[in-house]
């Protein structure tokens, strides 16, 4: 019998999607079909398959094409709640808008746009259960950051995070993933950070200020650079793995 898990899981699917054009002018970026499915099917059932049966879904954007393909979210004997994200702004708005659903002590949390191998869901939930940690952060390899959030770690911390640094400025490989398990912490963090220079509230630059200011121990989960990522928020990446179906396999 599958292990359950008492933890809620958030899943961030609020945002336009521009990147994702012409695509998003139909579908909820997180709804956009892949292989006979929407993205966020997949990304429920990895996290089904790590034991979560309590989800929150945040949504803004063509809100209405994710609640009304997941309803309740009884049909994969789950419950689910939404939380709409009334302004977009940024990855830690969006956490805030659901701390009324967070009574327990932790929480997970996955970016709606980014898929891994479902075994990454499994391992993030057992160190936390094993190591009795209060941040997770997962770490994806990438070999040139300039998109992506730079994971700077001694050992199996993190010590530092620079999001989107410029082209070829960072001796990091290790990517900001987008999947983490936090404490409730993360809220008082969040409701002092200041706006980014994208006006938005930002989740790395709250877990940089929690490890300067808070002493927060982050502990990082590398993934393989021979994982499976994939990023649906890049239309390049979308357009091959929609003509590709071996990845699917990698999945399990």
Known sequence: MMKKNQMKAII????KGVRMKPYTDVYQK???PIHDKPLLEYIIQGLIMAGFQKIIIVVGYKKEQIIRYFGNGSKWNIKIDYVVQETLNGTGGAV???E???QEDHFFLTWGDILVPYKIYEQVVEVFEKEKEDFILVANYLKNLHKGCAIYCENDRVINMVEKPPKNSTISN???CG???FSREIFDVLKSLEYSERGEIEIPNALTQGIKQRNWKIRVIKMAPSQFRGDFGDKKEYERLKEDRSWLSELY
């Open 179 to 181: 999947i983490f398990i």
């Open 100 to 102: 009324h659903l967070i």
């Open 96 to 98: 805030l808008s659901c």
């Open 30 to 32: 997180t709804m956009i």
């Open 174 to 176: 290790l990517n900001n």
């Open 12 to 15: 961030l699917a609020a945002g």
